[in-house]
């Protein structure tokens, strides 16, 4: 029943054939505690992808649940769509989450999705030109391998040449280079020429591969962004709220973009909600033409069990002692894998910040093929560690609540599963 029974459920990461034939070798997951997660043979994993790199208060927050519970209770719809009244609760969310962060990053659209937050950036880019009369201010600028959703426009973003090839055409008007190679982004704006760019989009520390933006890279794109005129969007979706150790990495490095995408952890993945920040020079620059209303939302938008989730991750967080804990954490985890290293040649490099850490591998031969990183998340399961995987690195977002102890175990669980990968290999 729990095992190859998935042709019902059409499973997001399955080939059409696996879930017609069967062959999905999972057993379906049952029950979620701390960080840890049990499936239904009642085995027991530790969960170092966080579900989806969401779930960074772990899978028992009573203030997130009693939160939920208590607003489905008291008001369990309301819309911020259409002329309808918004739940006093949005109201509240949104100034305490603005509070949150730096002016003037002061104005907050809400969604469900991360891909729809960053899709709703480039299209209120588009929707500011157009009322003051930029019309062929239209084309964004995005990094290769960078990932902002899927979807018509959010795909376009996302610089997944895969993606793009099998379900073309995305959406026009999209162009990607190199990721931080600042000299051909500033080619790029030349070439398809400044005054026809809207946008550029960037993720602080890059989640395909964990890659950081490199020193001074964000202000050198702030300051080619304020030249041209264009927007800077941040995608923070991952990065924000905790993952790093700060609410927001751009704000933490001091360059504020014109729109901020969180999600994600905005609710540690308990309702889906995210965030589409704007500064006031945005609100403004939109109501050039006042009589306009940007036609974007859809009707979950600002969902009140959502807002209420939202609300209680803040009061989770707000004391600082939990993102203190995650840069110490996170700090201690990548020096242990880098001297593990030594001893396992297969990890070729160590980085990230916070309990955002990618392990590169590498052999001697040159780079692993999917299937053997398919091998090595397998061998961290037959150990008890769930991973992702992107490219050739293992990608580490464990909740943020990890303790001492599960830390340890994350390294030893880590290290041992790559010592039977390389033993296995020799
Ligand atoms: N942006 C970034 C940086 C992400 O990592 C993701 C999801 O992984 C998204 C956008 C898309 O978010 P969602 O999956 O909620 O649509």
């Not at 964000?218 to 924000?240: K, M, S």
């Not at 209303?293 to 989730?309: E, L, R, S």
């Not at 990890?402 to 010592?419: I, M, Q, S």
Request: with cysteine.
């Amino acid at each position: 029943m729990l095992r190859n029974d998935h042709d019902a459920l059409w499973h997001n990461s399955l080939t059409p054939q696996t879930v017609r034939d069967g062959g999905f070798d999972a057993t379906a997951v049952v029950h979620g505690k701390g960080c840890r997660l049990q499936d239904a043979t009642g085995a027991w994993y530790l969960d170092a992808r966080a579900g989806m790199w969401n779930t960074t208060l772990g899978y028992s927050c009573d203030r997130v649940v009693d939160a939920v519970t208590e607003q489905l209770r008291r008001l369990p719809v309301a819309q911020v769509i259409r002329y309808a009244e918004p739940a006093e609760i949005s109201l509240r969310y949104a100034r305490r989450l603005v509070a949150e962060l730096p002016d003037p990053l002061n104005h907050v659209r809400f969604g469900s999705t991360g891909s729809q937050m960053t899709s709703a950036a480039v299209l209120l880019s588009r929707f500011v030109r157009k009322v003051r009369g930029e019309t062929q201010r239209v084309k964004v600028l995005a990094f290769t391998n960078g990932y902002h959703g899927t979807g018509g426009l959010a795909g376009a973003l996302t610089g997944e040449r895969q993606m793009h090839a099998l379900q073309a055409p995305l959406a026009p008007e999209v162009h990607h280079v190199r990721p931080w190679d600042l000299d051909a982004l500033e080619r790029a704006v030349q070439r398809r020429g400044p005054e026809n760019i809207t946008a550029v989009i960037v993720e602080p520390i890059m989640g395909t591969d964990v890659l950081p933006a490199p020193e001074g890279a964000l202000a050198r794109i702030r300051a080619l962004c304020d030249r041209h005129g264009i927007h800077l969007i941040a995608d923070e979706v991952t990065t924000g709220f905790g993952r790093t150790g700060a609410m927001s990495v751009m704000a933490a490095r001091g360059v504020l973009p014109d729109m901020l995408v969180l999600g994600k952890g905005i609710t540690s993945g308990y309702f889906p909600l995210a965030a589409l920040v704007c500064s006031d020079a945005v609100l403004d620059e939109a109501v050039s033409r006042p009589e306009y209303v940007f036609p974007h939302g859809c009707t979950a938008d600002g969902h009140p069990a959502a807002m209420a989730a939202g609300l209680a991750v803040l009061e989770e967080l707000a004391d600082g002692t939990l993102l203190e804990r995650v840069r110490t954490r996170g700090a201690e985890i990548r020096r242990r894998l880098c001297a593990a290293a030594d001893e396992i040649p297969l990890i070729h490099d160590v980085r990230g910040e916070g309990l955002m850490i990618g392990v590169e591998l590498r052999r001697e031969s040159g780079r692993l093929g999917a299937t053997e990183m398919a091998g090595v998340r397998d061998a961290c399961k037959a150990a008890g560690l769930l991973l992702t995987s992107t490219n050739n690195t293992l990608v580490l977002m464990p909740p943020l609540v990890l303790a001492d102890e599960e830390a340890d175990e994350l390294v030893e669980r880590l290290t041992v599963a790559l010592r039977t990968v390389a033993g296995n290999a020799s």
